[in-house]
């Protein structure tokens, strides 16, 4: 469950190797589609596409609640996500039954969250967004949650997301980095954000990064960091306060818990962390290794804290849940140097524009 940091980084290194191998099959991926061999669909309504060039945590979620967020009350929106780590296959459509087993813990989050959006999910797109259509005829606009390199859809307008922390710039390709495409995708994409950024990003910095990204003509590039809601708790929604009094028992299965680390240990007592892998699917085994920690601690004021994506996959042990003092801390986005309505604006006019000229 712990991980070896400095051991993983050798191994990485070790499979340096395999990276060049990784590479050539995208590079040639790439240069079919490129020449028009594999073939990309394009669809008759505005298709969004928020997804990044590296595996793991560039805050995707948030961006795409983010968007929903401005634009569920101006048109009919639909989220099609992958399903990842889901048990079944093929295309499926939300329902309030769903369950994170069925259709993945982000697309139940969406569908918790933003109950009147739709959210569907299929791991080829091209084959889900008609078949989204059907099932929901009235849709105006569709998000494709985590396809900027499933490029048999050709998306209208592509949101690269990039981590501060692990630039793409400075990073290589698999298993030695955390890339999946090449760099120089970058410039299929219409915006690019720059996530998990310090709050106090200087100018200078900011300007830095530009430099280094090289943007290219009539590409925007905007900067966000991460701010954390209310904490509550799972089942009974009930408000919970940290403060220094607090001893935090921090249960995650997400690929970057490092920000959300620095935040509760700078507003905690101290806090004891039971990480698990990305995507984890939690067993009744595992929730009472969960309640066992929390016992050890000898602080009277302790709580087990997790994120909004580990609670759906806790959520299939509601009745044992409600006994415990398991709570959840919201993430989002928030666009720095005052830039969020300019973002929002390119988005509602790539909407508009396009609905003008079908």
Request: proline share 4%; glycine share 4%; with cysteine.
């Amino acid at each position: 469950m712990n991980v070896n940091f400095p051991l993983l980084k050798t191994i990485r290194i070790l499979l340096l190797p395999f990276s060049f191998i990784y590479a050539l099959i995208v590079i040639f991926r790439n240069w079919c589609f490129d020449l028009g061999i594999l073939g990309s669909s394009s669809f008759n309504l505005p298709v969004i596409c928020v997804g990044n060039l590296a595996v793991g945590g560039t805050g995707k979620s948030p961006m795409v609640e983010f968007l929903l967020t401005k634009l569920k009350d101006k048109y009919q929106i639909a989220v099609l996500s992958r399903g990842y780590k889901r048990k079944t296959k093929g295309y499926a459509l939300a329902s309030s039954q769903s369950t994170a087993l069925e259709i993945g813990d982000e697309p139940i989050q969406f569908r918790n969250k933003f109950p009147e959006v739709t959210v569907a999910v299929g791991e080829e797109r091209v084959v889900a967004i008609p078949q989204l259509l059907h099932d929901r005829p009235n849709t105006q606009t569709i998000i494709l949650d985590d396809a900027f390199q499933h490029r048999y859809v050709r998306a209208g307008l592509n949101i690269l997301l990039t981590d501060y922390n692990n630039l793409f710039t400075r990073d290589w390709f698999l298993p030695t980095g955390d890339l999946r495409d090449q760099k120089k995708s970058y410039r299929r994409a219409e915006i690019i954000i720059v996530t998990k950024c310090e709050k106090d990003l200087s100018l200078k910095e900011r300007n830095d990064i530009v430099k280094e990204i090289k943007p290219v003509s009539n590409q925007h590039i905007f900067f966000s960091t991460i701010q954390y809601g209310e904490v509550y708790h799972i089942t009974e929604k009930n408000l919970f306060r940290l403060d220094a009094s607090v001893e935090v028992l921090l249960v995650t299965g997400i690929a970057n818990p490092e920000p959300l680390k620095k935040y509760i240990n700078e507003r905690s007592s101290s806090f004891y962390e039971m990480a698990y892998n990305d995507h984890h699917i939690f067993s009744i085994i595992d929730l009472k290794n969960i309640v066992k920690k929390l016992d050890s601690i000898s602080c009277e004021k302790k709580i087990i804290l997790t994120t909004e994506k580990d609670a759906v996959r806790l959520m299939k042990f509601e009745q044992e849940l409600k006994k415990i003092p398991l709570y959840v801390i919201p993430i989002e986005s928030r666009f720095l140097f005052g830039e969020e309505h300019r973002f929002t604006d390119l988005i509602v006019k790539f909407i508009s524009e396009f609905k003008d000229q079908s």
